[in-house]
T-cell receptor
Framework: SAVISQKPSRDICQRGTSLTIQCQVD?????MFWYRQQPGQSLTLIAT?????????ESGFVIDKFPISRPNLTFSTLTVSNMSPEDSSIYLC???????????FGDGTRLSIL | KQEVTQIPAALSVPEGENLVLNCSFT??????LQWFRQDPGKGLTSLLL?????REQTSGRLNASLDKSSGRSTLYIAASQPGDSATYLC????????????FGTGTRLKVLA
């Protein structure tokens, strides 16, 4: 199964700043996704990271706030822009080889906004 | 609206007990369902993936079943151990042409030594 590494593992940021989270997979994968897990809650899909094209965002999430890149089949970034305390969450990257294969997750990035 | 729910939200059992975790989904047009484990401060670990054409999957002490008609999946853990203590999440992919997962609310399991 794919091994997924996320950086940073945690960060504390000031209101109004931006942070870019990196997701590296140890093998080429078809699909990559970004999720948010707010304190005490389950996971919510932010967007599907599409290789070589714009990400597909879920309702309630917009590109200006969460720009995503996916330059190749093993790497993606999520930027959380103009952060506010409401953005304090765990952000998780996942990857899979298709609908008949399991999705695998990184350990997540714990983000706190002061 | 497609939703996934899990009951109970929390469960505490003595070591050695067999237990069942429940997952319900609102849309029978499910493509597959995956069970995950999440330890505190960690990401998700994939446990079992069940395709819509399958009725169950087994891995070691874990057995997951899928009943599309009733909109339910169960995760059976045999002979529970303290190391099984974690939050268990189910996630469903529906026939929407995408690979998106909708996650359940999770069951926090504590196995007492």
């Amino acid at each position: 199964s794919a091994v997924i590494s996320q950086k940073p593992s945690r960060d504390i940021c000031q209101r109004g700043t931006s942070l870019t989270i990196q997701c590296q997979v140890d093998s080429q994968v078809t699909m990559m996704f970004w999720y948010r897990q707010q304190p005490g809650q389950s996971l919510t899909l932010i967007a599907t990271a599409n290789q070589g094209s714009e990400a597909t965002y879920e309702s309630g999430f917009v590109i200006d706030k969460f720009p995503i890149s996916r330059p190749n089949l093993t790497f993606s970034t999520l930027t959380v822009s103009n952060m506010s305390p409401e953005d304090s969450s765990i952000y998780l990257c996942s990857a899979g080889q298709g609908r008949n294969q399991p999705q695998h997750f990184g350990d997540g990035t714990r983000l706190s906004i002061l | 609206k497609q939703e996934v729910t899990q009951i109970p939200a929390a469960l505490s059992v003595p070591e050695g007990e067999n237990l069942v975790l429940n997952c319900s989904f609102t849309d029978s047009a499910i493509y597959n369902l995956q069970w995950f484990r999440q330890d505190p401060g960690k990401g998700l670990t994939s446990l079992l993936l069940i395709q819509s054409s399958q009725r169950e999957q087994t891995s070691g002490r874990l057995n997951a079943s899928l009943d599309k008609s009733s909109g339910r999946s169960t995760l059976y853990i045999a002979a529970s151990q303290p190391g099984d203590s974690a939050t268990y999440l189910c996630a469903a992919a529906f026939d929407s042409g995408t690979y998106k997962y909708i996650f359940g609310t999770g069951t926090r399991l504590k196995v007492l030594a």
